[in-house]
């Protein structure tokens, strides 16, 4: 293994610091130079990050580029040996577009609709909370964030239910709490409203859970519910990346994979099931960059699992050795032994090559 040269990292602003150093990390460990291109919507992490890495490693071992959308896509049309980006998938399409120009390899770290699957079998109120504990880390706004919910047909009610006691559990209070985080800025709140009062709109019912009854401020938005969501609804078309969990029933476990089978293919997927066989039938007709199984999140936190997309929720994978591997050339070598029996099958060809041929075919 080689190191594959320059790598470029760019970095989203929901994990500032997370996303900006494993990759980083991960480049180093396998030999590379790096430049990193952090979010300009978090300009206080960044511009940490550039004074921490400057004094740790110099300029000339990992350089850090600061600016808006148009550095940072400059940045995704440079020379680089490799090119690492997390963020958005349409935003993802337009980094392997620039790349491409160059033949720069990607690593693309995108998101999509993240499903969550709840056998009719498990307990409504376990589920749950393990749900709302992932949907609502960084108030939602998690490229693994569990982003809807399917149920046996009936359960819908029962289960917006506890998920509302659940998060009651977890966020008793919701305003000048430091437990429960704003949304980035104000068009992405202002995107979150119009996918409720779009809902609303459509026909669903729409709930939102706000334990104390407080005002609101400060860019914070309250858990919500969406029932009877549809198709056509926008909060089932983008992923929602926000405190919105749409519920959907469905009439059987299969309509549950059939479900997943027909939509694009989500960075993650969650499943609610004790009985294994199941849950490994449903894991082999399914597709998703990764899986945890009775909880949420989880599978990223493990090292020694790779970490990817699949489809438009992503291209190639680090974390773990695979993440040295993705970052490294691995050169073939051949050494010829000292002895050599190449001659035997050097032309001019005659009887020998012609018996080895038999006895090949033979």
Not at 153 to 169: K, R, S
Not at 189 to 214: H, K, M, Q, W
Not at 234 to 242: C, L, N, W
């Amino acid at each position: 293994y080689q190191p594959a040269g320059v790598v470029g990292i760019i970095s989203p602003w929901n994990y500032p610091f997370l996303l900006g150093m494993v990759p980083l990390a991960t480049a180093l460990a396998a030999g590379n130079r790096v430049l990193l291109k952090p979010s300009e919507l978090t300009p206080a992490t960044s511009a940490l990050l550039a004074r921490l890495l400057q004094t740790a490693f110099g300029s000339d071992r990992v350089g850090v580029v600061l600016g808006d959308a148009g550095v940072g896509a400059a940045f995704s049309r440079l020379k680089f040996d490799h090119l690492v980006f997390t963020g958005s998938t349409s935003v993802g399409r337009l980094v392997m577009r620039a790349a491409a120009e160059n033949l720069v390899p990607v690593t693309l770290e995108l998101g999509g609709k993240s499903p969550v699957i709840v056998d009719p079998s498990y307990d409504l109120a376990r589920a749950a909370a393990r749900i709302a504990y992932g949907k609502l880390l960084n108030a939602g706004q998690t490229c693994i964030a569990p982003d809807y919910v399917l149920v046996a047909a009936g359960q819908e009610a029962a289960f917006a239910d506890a998920y509302a006691a659940a998060v009651a559990a977890l966020y008793p209070t919701l305003a000048n709490n430091s437990d429960y985080t704003s949304i980035i800025n104000d068009r992405h709140l202002s995107r979150l409203r119009a996918l409720l009062a779009d809902a609303t709109a459509r026909g669903a019912e729409v709930r939102a859970i706000n334990p104390a009854s407080e005002a609101l401020d400060d860019r914070r938005l309250a858990p919500h519910v969406v029932l009877r969501p549809t198709d056509e609804m926008a909060v089932m078309q983008d992923e929602i990346f926000g405190p919105i969990l749409p519920i959907v029933g469905v009439p059987d476990r299969a309509a549950a994979v059939a479900w997943v089978q027909q939509r694009p293919r989500p960075l993650a997927m969650y499943v609610f099931d004790d009985d294994r066989n199941r849950v490994e039938d449903l894991l082999l007709r399914t597709h998703a960059g990764g899986v945890t199984v009775n909880d949420t999140m989880l599978h990223i936190a493990q090292d020694d699992l790779p970490f990817g997309g699949t489809g438009p929720s992503g291209l190639g994978r680090y974390h773990g050795f695979e993440g040295f591997q993705a970052l490294s050339h691995p050169k073939a070598v051949y050494w010829q032994s000292r002895f050599n029996l190449g001659w035997l099958v050097a032309p001019p060809f005659g009887r020998a090559v012609e018996r080895l041929l038999s006895v090949l075919l033979a």
